[in-house]
């Protein structure tokens, strides 16, 4: 018969395996993936950051914090995603992304059912205070380049039909420093 | 209460059907209940169009509950009410049918594990405390932000089931990119827990914080009349084993004297014990 207080330490041990499990991937997280938020129409700080409480106005990734398993399977592959791409303002837009200073061989991507790869533009309207993904998938040369800046880029978000410019999120995978994007997406 | 010895190899295959409905019905590209949400409440996160099984995260939302800062994304988007009062609240009605019938996360592994001979498996039961570390880790999940870093993401099983389901369908994006902890919870998730677990459902025993909302509201509401649950008839019971053996929550204890216990913080009601049962011992029905 396991007494209660075995299994109050059964418990325990568990929790705790868990909050191990979320030291490790806040550790390496960032560095393996990007995560952030965009906002439309905005400027500065409000445009984005690393997630929806922490806009910061720029992403910075830094790639050296991978973990082990990364660094074995994956050590030149980098995804920048948000699912989060938000229309803060009070007008229903068709946005495009503009972006800059990415690798040429940079894949941009949307699960949006009206996203035009060619055009990097969701056709749709998008409604005030909905949300649509964008990423980018990023390569980098094997090993990785010696610079402390692999990419000084920038996402903008512009006006699919005025070429208004709504907003606009730099971006910075560096190879040294502090990763400035946590490991969550979400929360 | 209802009673039927169902061939354990039917009741398996009807559990195959009702898993491919769980693909349809939630997975990209079919996604058909997210797409009828968003139907039905167009102003929702359900009503953007991208549906997938992270439109409607069964995770996300049960992490939300003690972050009061996200309260207001619960009230906004009715699709999260699905883990937090849906699948409960079918729980505490009949089960967690869905854990036993339609969630293919849960199953794969499961399934998979039926080609690994027994030899080769852990089996937890005995060796260690099932139910103390299945909360355990479902209290590590909800408090993990403000511990560590969230799991929630990071360490997602089905994540990787949306990955293979599309990639089965022809959009393989999901699987070009690799994270460390993506890679270790698809591992844990069918290698360690799934394969070479006994009953192949280690993943939903320790790491599924949906499963465990369902069994803990199915597991308190068990002794009140009228509710349908999984139970073991003592008068007729013959202490075979054979339910004990076919349960992959490794949810039943056969004790000649102490009798046949079905564990209701694991039992996900698949029936395979009640298909098993060469007595028919042990019924699904309301409690007589």
């Known amino acids: 018969m396991v007494s209660r207080t075995q299994k109050v330490l059964w418990g325990v041990v568990g929790a705790f395996l868990v909050f191990g499990l979320g030291a490790y991937g806040g550790k390496v997280g960032g560095s393996e993936r990007g995560s952030f938020t965009m906002n439309y129409p905005a400027q500065g700080k409000e445009c984005g950051g690393p997630s929806p409480r922490e806009l910061t106005g720029l992403v910075s990734i830094g790639v050296d914090g991978a973990g082990v398993i990364k660094r074995t399977l994956q050590p030149s592959e980098l995804e920048i995603t948000s699912h989060v791409v938000t229309n803060v303002g009070t007008t229903a837009r068709s946005i495009s992304f503009e972006t800059s200073g990415f690798p040429d061989n940079t894949q941009y991507h949307s699960r949006d059912t009206s996203w035009n790869p060619a055009t990097r533009t969701i056709e749709r309207l998008i409604p005030p205070g909905d949300s649509v993904d964008f990423g980018m998938n990023l390569s980098f040369p094997k090993p990785l380049p010696d610079e402390p800046v692999l990419v000084d880029g920038s996402v903008v978000i512009r006006d699919a039909r005025t070429n208004e410019r709504l907003s606009e999120l730099p971006i910075k995978v560096v190879r040294s420093g502090v990763a400035g994007v946590k490991g969550e997406c979400c929360e | ?288």
């Open chain 2, 1 to 288: 209460m209802s009673s039927g010895a169902r061939p354990l190899t039917t009741n398996r295959l009807k559990r195959l059907g009702g898993y491919a409905l769980g693909l349809v019905l939630f997975y990209a590209p079919f996604a058909l209940f997210i797409k009828l949400v968003a139907m039905l409440t167009p102003a929702s996160p359900a009503g953007t169009s991208v549906s997938d099984v992270h439109t409607a995260c069964l995770r996300m939302p049960l992490g939300w509950l003690v972050q009061p800062w996200m309260w207001p994304s619960l009230g906004g988007s009715p699709i999260s009410w699905l883990p937090i009062l849906v699948l409960p609240l079918g729980a505490v009605l009949a089960g967690p049918l869905f854990c036993g019938w339609l969630c293919p996360a849960g199953a794969l592994p499961e399934y998979l594990g039926r080609l690994v001979p027994d030899r080769f498996k852990f089996d937890f039961k005995g060796r260690v405390e099932i139910v103390p570390l299945r909360y355990g880790f479902f209290v590590g999940f909800l408090f993990a932000p403000f511990v560590s870093t969230s799991i929630c993401c990071s360490f997602c099983n089905f994540t990787h089931m949306q990955n293979i389901v599309s990639a089965v369908t022809g959009d393989v994006s999901g699987l070009l990119f690799f994270t460390s902890m993506g890679v270790l919870a698809a591992t844990m998730w069918i290698v360690p827990l799934g394969l070479f677990t006994k009953g192949g459902r280690g993943w939903c025993l320790f790491l599924c914080p949906a499963g465990t909302t369902m069994a803990l509201s199915a597991a308190l509401t068990q002794r009140f009349g009228g509710l349908w649950r999984v139970r073991a008839e003592p008068r007729t019971c013959a202490h075979c084993g054979g339910c004990a053996d076919v349960c992959p929550m490794r949810a039943i204890d056969v004790d000649p004297e102490e009798g046949t216990r079905i564990e209701p913080h694991l039992c996900i009601s698949c029936l395979d014990c009640v298909s098993a049962c060469p007595s028919g011992s042990i019924k699904y029905g309301r409690k007589s």
